[in-house]
């Protein structure tokens, strides 16, 4: 049990997640987030170690995150077990929390926005601009829509 905290990656949930992830990217961009043409457990742990953001929050009436790579809890100073408790929107702003709501209900219609650039807030409250962030909609083995997700490789600390 330890080794799925300190590895989520390594979770079969995870591994199936990581899938929808990368396969919903390329659907929504056209492009690929990671090579993926490798085993699904090599691509769970290549996402997990990226040197870029991912992050995901489900479908709740406050979505709650249900992923985020190591990048993504070390930019936010949180564990696995802190990240996967914390609604989504926690981590901007409250008065970034409007506008990047109307973003997601974009993303939710469009299927992905990409460009975005904000202000976000660690758990010890760092603050930091994202930037360059594209957004896309998670869909399920069956297209149906499942989650949101975001990917960036560039923020920089106020």
Not at 36 to 52: D, S, V, Y
Not at 67 to 72: D, E, F, H, K
Not at 81 to 109: C, N
């Amino acid at each position: 049990m330890t080794e799925n905290i300190s590895y989520p990656w390594k979770q079969e949930t995870i591994i199936r997640h990581t899938q929808r992830l990368l396969w919903s990217y390329k659907y929504w961009t056209g492009k690929s987030l990671l090579d993926i043409e490798r085993t699904p457990e090599f691509i769970a742990q290549a996402l997990w170690e990226a040197p870029f953001i991912v992050v995901s929050h489900g479908m709740e009436e406050n979505p709650i995150f249900n992923y985020g790579n190591q990048q993504a809890l070390d930019l936010w100073e949180m564990s696995w077990e802190q990240l996967t408790h914390t609604p989504s929107r926690q981590t901007a702003e409250l008065s970034e929390r409007e506008d990047r709501q109307l973003l997601l209900t974009q993303v939710q219609t469009q299927g992905y926005v990409s460009g975005y650039r904000g202000v976000r807030i660690s758990s010890k409250g760092k603050r930091f601009w994202i930037s360059d962030v594209t957004i896309w909609n998670l869909l399920d083995e069956n297209q149906q829509q499942c989650g949101q997700a975001a990917t960036y490789n560039q923020w920089e600390y106020i």
